[in-house]
T-cell receptor, first 114, second 113 residues
Framework: AQSVAQPEDQVNVAEGNPLTVKCTYS??????LFWYVQYPNRGLQFLLK??????LVKGSYGFEAEFNKSQTSFHLKKPSALVSDSALYFC????????????FGTGTRLTVIP | NAGVTQTPKFRVLKTGQSMTLLCAQD?????MYWYRQDPGMGLRLIHY???????AKGEVPDGYNVSRLKKQNFLLGLESAAPSQTSVYFC????????????FGDGTRLSIL
């Protein structure tokens, strides 16, 4: 069975500090991995994805994520947090074969403190 | 440049009433999805479609029906609404299923009294 875990419901970070939002996954075979962000009263917006190749992927708004196959993790990172980064972040996974849909984590609320 | 548009944005129903949520996309995407979002549970897939005229069940399909008569539209129906269906409903679309990101609408907030 496919599953995604975001172990932290809430992450607080000071503006200008680096941020990390954690994600681990369980999937049959190789995964496609995604990060989405949700602002209040809005739908999810795509940030970045890992398909294959370089384990460090770069996405929108200065975010990046590191794929670690041995630890089955795909943590979201940003070197310097902005107050405007405060939002709800979702990790999602799809196996490369055998499924047409994404499996989402339960979300992590990021608050950047001025 | 509308992307994915959901109507209505808000609705309040009484138990037992029926309604249809409409999703429209203008990106010529093949795949469309309906999710529900509940606090602490992330997004759960209700139904999805891999092309015009097709539908398939997702993780939580009971109590919902869908139709995809036109490629750009995906309708979600509640035949007899129940309080457990109070949620925020999101529609999404993607070019295809594998490595393509999904594009989401802004949601429909549905309350069942």
């Amino acid at each position: 069975a496919q599953s995604v875990a975001q172990p932290e419901d809430q992450v607080n970070v000071a503006e200008g500090n680096p941020l990390t939002v954690k994600c681990t996954y369980s999937v049959s075979g190789n995964p496609y991995l995604f990060w989405y962000v949700q602002y209040p009263n809005r739908g999810l917006q795509f940030l970045l994805k890992y398909i294959t190749g370089d384990n460090l992927v770069k996405g929108s708004y200065g975010f990046e994520a590191e794929f670690n196959k041995s630890q089955t993790s795909f943590h979201l990172k940003k070197p310097s947090a902005l107050v405007s980064d405060s939002a709800l972040y979702f990790c999602a996974v799809r196996p490369q074969t055998g499924a047409n849909n994404l499996f989402f984590g339960t979300g992590t609320r990021l608050t950047v403190i001025p | 440049n509308a992307g994915v548009t959901q109507t209505p944005k808000f609705r309040v129903l009484k138990t037992g009433q029926s309604m249809t949520l409409l999703c429209a996309q203008d990106m010529n995407h093949e795949y469309m999805y309906w999710y529900r979002q509940d606090p602490g549970m992330g997004l759960r897939l209700i139904h999805y479609s891999v092309g015009e005229g097709t539908t398939a069940k997702g993780e939580v399909p009971d109590g919902y029906n869908v139709s995809r008569l036109k490629k750009q539209n995906f309708l979600l129906g509640l035949e007899s609404a129940a309080p457990s269906q109070t949620s925020v409903y999101f529609c999404a679309s993607s070019l295809w299923a594998t490595d393509q990101p999904q594009h989401f609408g802004d949601g429909t907030r549905l309350s069942i009294l």
